[in-house]
């Protein structure tokens, strides 16, 4: 019988989403998960992914619906590391790529990997993080403890605290998860020398970094910049990293991604290589076709390549040009309080600071669901409701 089982609460993404639906207001708007959506309010393919598609399909591939491989397929494992390592001129440190069930699987299976290898006395998360990070590493039985991440008096990074913490209480061979860029809630990132002092705290307390890099091109417009602590990082030490493409691609539901490890020598690739497929066995025995190849093909190719960072590019600027405009409509209402962290904030989200009441307010009041944590997902904004949820911001503020 299963009579013994507590009750879990449904995730708050789809909790919301539910409340939404059931929400009969004509002016409602949700601002909730981190998918993007065009100025119309609906999702967007991304141009270059419908001709690609058309390509393949016109295409006569009698192996369309084999099995792949069980590390996926080659040309996207090798266009996914080049994506976010680099073309790398030093090869001494090999990486082993995996292609996984989107960003969520590459973090599974690096957590079970690293769970059963470096058997961790904890993860360490920043506080806080992606709502599924702590589900993934507690599933794989790993403890999961929390650096300070977020400084909420000045909406800001708490550099100092997070070094001071991973310094005196975090054990060697604990795992340090990181996001690469665009971090997930805050939409703060640590700046270049910042990102070169956690590299610093993990060499000399041997702690081991593991990326979560699910928004590359999302920080900047550029994919180089995004990815630049994950290179810096690889320059010192063995890693692990987890992409996704499920944002910059627009893949959501194709669920395409990647897991990389780099180590120290060609004497370790072989056996990191062959726990990663034996587990990955275990859990999916192969990977999905249909986006791997969407995604290799763009990468393959110089031309295709280009017309998708003018895709990314124009996802990053509409989400810019959003924060610009709310920033705009709250100065114009002289909403109290300052709101110039939603310019300086980068990426798919803003952590507004506006509190769990505030946040109740606006969904009762006006019918704008945010997150709990009051966090707000920017391409849910459009030049047709961005001043309504000014007005929603402003009325909570003041209530
Ligand atoms: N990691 C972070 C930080 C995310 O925000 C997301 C968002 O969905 C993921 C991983 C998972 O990505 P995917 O949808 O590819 O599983
Ligand atoms: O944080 C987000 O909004 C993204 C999207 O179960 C997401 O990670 C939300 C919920 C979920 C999976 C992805």
Redesign the pocket.
Known sequence: SFSHLDEIPLDPHYALKEEFAADPSSTKVILGS?IYRDGEGVPWILPTVQKIEKQIAAADESDRYDYLPIPGYAPFCNKAQIILFGYRKDESMPIISVQT???????FLGARFLAESLKPSAVWLSDP??V??ENIWSSAGVKVKYYPYWDKENKSLDLENMLKTLDQEAKPGDVVVL?ACAH?PTGVDPKRRQWKRIAELCLKRELFPFF?C??QGFASGNLDNDSWAVTYFASKMELGA?Q????NMGL?GE???ALHFLVKSPKEEAKVKGHLLHLQRGQISQPPRRGAKIVAEILHDRAWFHWWLRDVRKMSFRMKDMREKLHKELVALGTPGDWGHILTQIGMFSYTGLSEEQVESMKKESHVYILKSGRMSIPGLNNSNVKYVAQAIDKAVRM
Do not use: E, L
């Open positions: 981190g069930i989107g960003g969520t699987g590459a973090n993080s992606w599924n990070h996001h997930n979560d699910a928004y987890a996704s493409f499920s944002k959501y669920r395409v991604g």
